[in-house]
């Protein structure tokens, strides 16, 4: 007796649909048909079946804080939204902390997304929010992986407390390795920082993921010292540069150089469409920068690039529901990558791509792997980044944790009424 069996599953790799058998949290079989006994069987009807959306960047300890801020981050800039989450930080209990990220995570799941690698402010004194994330960890961990990276938002040099406070919270359990190098107070100290925290993850054994450049400034260049202390310490492809929006700016021929420096450091490139559209180009009148990394060129020197969702309704970021489609969706835009094989690698940038950044384990649809997908809305992942409807099924571990109605609409027109599902047969 199977525990699951997935009927009719349109699959990446497979031209006609599939069957999926699951037993014991894997996936022991796919073929055409399979004919087994199951307790529980989801039909997916010829629908999209995706591995789980990886949020690869996110920051779960200020999310869902909009509506209990003093104020609101008028000018919208990144500079006004660390200030606000400093003003914010006092006010918060670990009760209040634990509630919003509870809530996040059920927003997430019922989204697909089944993998978090979020970063966690170490400067408050308290470390109340890593307290309380590790909890998070532990208690979800059936539902959803979380990865925690130590995060000295307000610089791990120039805040007096940062290096102590970051070296307790790895203590303590967190996982990989943060930084903010754009945030301290000179060119020299970001590189230094830089160098001391990819130190600190060699002698640990630990990953790194940095907030990297997220700056309008073309001149910044602590992406360089990331991708050259990755190499001196022999970290390559267990680093993570975040943001990276000073490459937008930069000179094309310095990118030349950068490109493949970054390639050698076989680094990981997060780019957050959603929130980064908002938040740069914020001191330019016209025409404004995009504020986005240079995803394309990225891509083409060989370098693992992922999307984030970033921030959910906190000081950065008033929208939001953690919808990695929704994130894919900006991406295409903002990017222009309209083609279809790049529409079809910003659908990886949310899953593959980021699953092999956070290094996760037993992830994909393939018989031996973990038994955890989601069932799209559409026939294939550009239909379902177009559509952003809800997510039919989504299964982790052979359970299914989530189901929705598809997207539709009862239009009712001179009396007759029908059904506008917005799929598009060939007419
Ligand atoms: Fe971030």
């Given at each position: 007796?199977?525990?699951?069996?997935?009927?009719?599953?349109?699959?990446?790799?497979?031209?006609?649909?599939?069957?999926?058998?699951?037993?014991?949290?894997?996936?022991?079989?796919?073929?055409?048909?399979?004919?087994?006994?199951?307790?529980?069987?989801?039909?997916?009807?010829?629908?999209?079946?995706?591995?789980?959306?990886?949020?690869?960047?996110?920051?779960?300890?200020?999310?869902?804080?909009?509506?209990?801020?003093?104020?609101?981050?008028?000018?919208?800039?990144?500079?006004?939204?660390?200030?606000?989450?400093?003003?914010?930080?006092?006010?918060?209990?670990?009760?209040?902390?634990?509630?919003?990220?509870?809530?996040?995570?059920?927003?997430?799941?019922?989204?697909?997304?089944?993998?978090?690698?979020?970063?966690?402010?170490?400067?408050?004194?308290?470390?109340?929010?890593?307290?309380?994330?590790?909890?998070?960890?532990?208690?979800?961990?059936?539902?959803?992986?979380?990865?925690?990276?130590?995060?000295?938002?307000?610089?791990?040099?120039?805040?007096?407390?940062?290096?102590?406070?970051?070296?307790?919270?790895?203590?303590?359990?967190?996982?990989?390795?943060?930084?903010?190098?754009?945030?301290?107070?000179?060119?020299?100290?970001?590189?230094?920082?830089?160098?001391?925290?990819?130190?600190?993850?060699?002698?640990?054994?630990?990953?790194?993921?940095?907030?990297?450049?997220?700056?309008?400034?073309?001149?910044?260049?602590?992406?360089?010292?990331?991708?050259?202390?990755?190499?001196?310490?022999?970290?390559?492809?267990?680093?993570?540069?975040?943001?990276?929006t000073s490459m937008h700016s930069m000179d094309n021929y310095y990118i030349s150089k950068l490109l493949p420096l970054m390639a050698e450091a076989q680094m990981h490139a997060v780019c957050n469409p959603l929130v980064n559209m908002v938040l740069q180009g914020r001191h330019d009148t016209y025409p404004k920068?995009?504020?986005?990394?240079?995803?394309?060129?990225?891509?083409?020197?060989?370098?693992?690039?992922?999307?984030?969702?970033?921030?959910?309704?906190?000081?950065?970021?008033?929208?939001?529901?953690?919808?990695?489609?929704?994130?894919?969706?900006?991406?295409?835009?903002?990017?222009?990558?309209?083609?279809?094989?790049?529409?079809?690698?910003?659908?990886?940038?949310?899953?593959?791509?980021?699953?092999?950044?956070?290094?996760?384990?037993?992830?994909?649809?393939?018989?031996?792997?973990?038994?955890?997908?989601?069932?799209?809305?559409?026939?294939?992942?550009?239909?379902?980044?177009?559509?952003?409807?809800?997510?039919?099924?989504?299964?982790?571990?052979?359970?299914?944790?989530?189901?929705?109605a598809p997207l539709a609409s009862e239009l009712i027109l001179d009396g007759e009424t029908t059904t506008v599902d917005f799929t598009l047969d060939s007419f």
């Amino acid at each position: 007796m199977l525990d699951l069996l997935v009927r009719q599953a349109i699959l990446n790799d497979r031209p006609t649909p599939c069957d999926i058998a699951c037993k014991d949290g894997r996936i022991i079989e796919i073929a055409p048909r399979i004919d087994a006994e199951a307790r529980e069987i989801v039909d997916a009807g010829g629908c999209f079946v995706t591995p789980p959306f990886v949020d690869v960047h996110f920051h779960m300890d200020a999310t869902l804080s909009l509506h209990g801020q003093p104020r609101r981050n008028e000018s919208g800039t990144l500079l006004e939204g660390i200030a606000l989450w400093s003003d914010l930080k006092p006010q918060q209990t670990a009760e209040k902390f634990k509630q919003r990220a509870k809530k996040l995570l059920t927003w997430s799941i019922s989204r697909g997304i089944l993998a978090i690698r979020t970063h966690v402010d170490t400067c408050d004194p308290s470390l109340m929010a890593v307290q309380v994330l590790l909890e998070l960890r532990e208690e979800m961990k059936t539902y959803v992986d979380l990865q925690l990276v130590a995060f000295p938002q307000d610089g791990y040099l120039r805040d007096p407390k940062a290096m102590e406070q970051t070296q307790k919270a790895l203590d303590m359990g967190v996982d990989v390795v943060g930084g903010i190098p754009h945030f301290e107070r000179t060119m020299a100290q970001g590189a230094e920082s830089v160098r001391l925290l990819c130190e600190l993850a060699a002698e640990r054994g630990l990953m790194v993921d940095m907030h990297c450049d997220e700056s309008d400034d073309p001149l910044s260049r602590h992406v360089e010292s990331l991708a050259l202390e990755t190499v001196r310490l022999g970290l390559q492809g267990r680093v993570t540069g975040s943001h990276l929006t000073s490459m937008h700016s930069m000179d094309n021929y310095y990118i030349s150089k950068l490109l493949p420096l970054m390639a050698e450091a076989q680094m990981h490139a997060v780019c957050n469409p959603l929130v980064n559209m908002v938040l740069q180009g914020r001191h330019d009148t016209y025409p404004k920068r995009r504020g986005l990394t240079r995803v394309k060129e990225l891509l083409a020197a060989g370098i693992n690039v992922c999307l984030g969702h970033d921030d959910v309704l906190d000081p950065w970021y008033p929208l939001g529901t953690h919808d990695m489609l929704e994130v894919a969706h900006m991406g295409i835009h903002a990017l222009h990558m309209s083609g279809i094989g790049e529409m079809n690698e910003l659908f990886n940038a949310v899953t593959t791509r980021s699953a092999a950044a956070m290094g996760l384990e037993g992830y994909g649809i393939q018989e031996g792997f973990n038994a955890d997908m989601v069932v799209l809305q559409g026939r294939d992942p550009i239909e379902a980044i177009r559509l952003r409807g809800p997510r039919l099924a989504v299964i982790r571990r052979g359970q299914v944790l989530a189901r929705s109605a598809p997207l539709a609409s009862e239009l009712i027109l001179d009396g007759e009424t029908t059904t506008v599902d917005f799929t598009l047969d060939s007419f």
